[in-house]
């Protein structure tokens, strides 16, 4: 199993998110990388989690900062991969696997077909947001800012299409510990294939090393505690 | 320096900021004519059909060719390593370069293999393979550490007089590092394998 850990992208500056609803600033990508880097950290996954509102100009300017990143560390890049024009600008940015959400969520597959071509299935990771509305598990449509019913999603295209599936708990994002496991019961696929963030703390990191979960993203804001990637390992066995 | 083989397809920038680190000078190259150095790196990020097209439509695959016929090394990166078989099962079976005697098909085992693999390779068991290592950035001999892997597709090997160490136990029957003479094939990304990473390509070069 992997552990990683997962950093937004807003306005060219890194923050950690607390249930979707609260950003606190981390600062520059390059020191968070830095950081995680000296941890060891297996994976880092930059997301900028944008809206209807994001623009081709606030996308370029986002890519400027990636592509200067200095690491050795595998990187996923996603949010606002709206068309294949998109997927070209994504050349040569010092990134192994791509993020598509919204893409997937209305399938919209062209910008993904795009992507597989250029940087190959195993490349290809599709982001399912879910959270809490009236008691009841939904997927939450970034672009729309709305949540819709988990039944409207066409799952079996995203288990097609994507390498890796990365299940979101929005609700529990900086919450230690909270994910909620009812997450995992939105899609039928084998859990080597899942990775899960939000609310990722070390109980959460031995359930999902014995169920045999792919990786777990543990919240960023651990950089601001003491803290070390070999006891969270320590947990996941690895 | 190294020349690094940009075809519009893989991570160049990572790959360069690997080398760089070792205060190594590199050139991105998008023209064969380009390739002086004695050292070319096959980036590998994609897939095989769109990566064979590249190579032929730009004479990169007679280039590569003639780099190992005058007896000067290459390192191939994950489907960069690939291609360098007769062929891979990928998009429906492409024929490769043929210049390692074995072929690539679907991980038999995993639907893919994303993780980190512990390595140890060792640069006296290469004394059978001609591999012209000329830099001495270091004298240490071996590299041992964890290596980053990312793939769906697995390279078999079929030459006998190779020298070549398995994926994992899970995996033995897919390459992880090969070299054959002046050919060095990895399936795993050295360039996003940390310490390891940099360990691996001071031993080699």
């Known amino acids: 199993m992997r552990i990683g850990s997962s950093v937004l992208l807003v306005d060219g500056y890194c923050y950690q998110s607390y249930g979707w609803k609260k950003l606190r600033p981390l600062g520059s990508l390059q020191n968070i990388i830095n950081s995680l880097e000296a941890y060891q950290c297996d994976e880092i996954s930059i997301i900028r989690p944008v809206r209807e509102n994001d623009s081709i100009k606030a996308f370029k300017k986002d890519l400027v900062i990636i592509q200067k990143l200095n690491c050795m560390t595998p990187i996923s890049f996603g949010g606002g991969i709206k068309n294949s024009e998109m997927v070209d600008l994504l050349h040569n940015l010092p990134v192994e696997r791509l993020i598509f959400s919204s893409a997937f969520i209305t399938e919209n597959y062209k910008p993904i077909e795009h992507a597989i071509e250029l940087y190959g299935h195993q490349a290809i990771q599709c982001a399912i947001p879910l959270g809490t509305l009236n008691g009841e598990l939904k997927v939450f449509h970034s672009n729309s800012n709305t949540y819709i019913s988990i039944e409207s999603v066409n799952f079996d295209m995203i288990k097609e299409l994507s390498n890796e599936i990365i299940l979101i708990d929005v609700d529990n994002e900086g919450c230690n510990d909270g994910f909620n496991k009812r997450v995992l019961d939105c899609i039928d696929i084998d859990y080597n294939r899942l990775v899960i963030s939000g609310g990722i703390g070390r109980k959460t990191v031995k359930f999902a090393r014995n169920n045999d979960i792919a990786s777990v993203m543990i919240d960023n804001r651990t950089l601001h505690s003491e803290y070390s990637i070999k006891e969270y390992k320590n947990y996941g066995g690895v | ?205």
């Open chain 2, 1 to 205: 320096m190294i020349d690094i083989m940009d075809i519009q397809g893989g991570n160049v920038q990572s790959i360069r900021n690997w080398a760089e680190r070792l205060h190594i000078q590199t050139r991105v190259i998008k023209n064969p004519n380009e390739l002086k150095s004695n050292f070319l790196i096959l980036p590998g990020v994609g897939s095989v059909g769109p990566y064979m097209d590249k190579l032929k439509k730009t004479n990169f695959d007679k280039a590569i060719k003639e780099h190992i016929n005058d007896g000067h090394r290459v390192l191939g990166i994950c489907l960069g390593f690939q291609i360098m078989g007769n062929h891979s099962s990928e998009d429906g079976g492409v024929e490769c370069l043929g210049l390692i005697n074995g072929y690539t098909e679907h991980l038999k085992v995993n639907f893919s293999h994303n993780g980190w693999e512990e390595l140890t390779l060792d640069k006296n068991n290469l004394k059978a393979q001609s591999l012209n290592s000329t830099m001495k950035l270091t004298r240490r001999r071996i590299t041992k550490g964890r290596v980053f892997f990312n793939h769906e597709y697995g390279f078999i090997n079929q030459d006998e007089d190779s020298f070549s160490l398995p994926i994992s136990e899970n995996l033995n029957k897919y390459s992880s590092t090969l070299v054959k003479d002046n050919i060095i094939g990895v399936q795993f990304h050295p360039e996003k394998s940390q310490q390891t990473g940099l360990d691996f390509l001071s031993v080699i070069l």
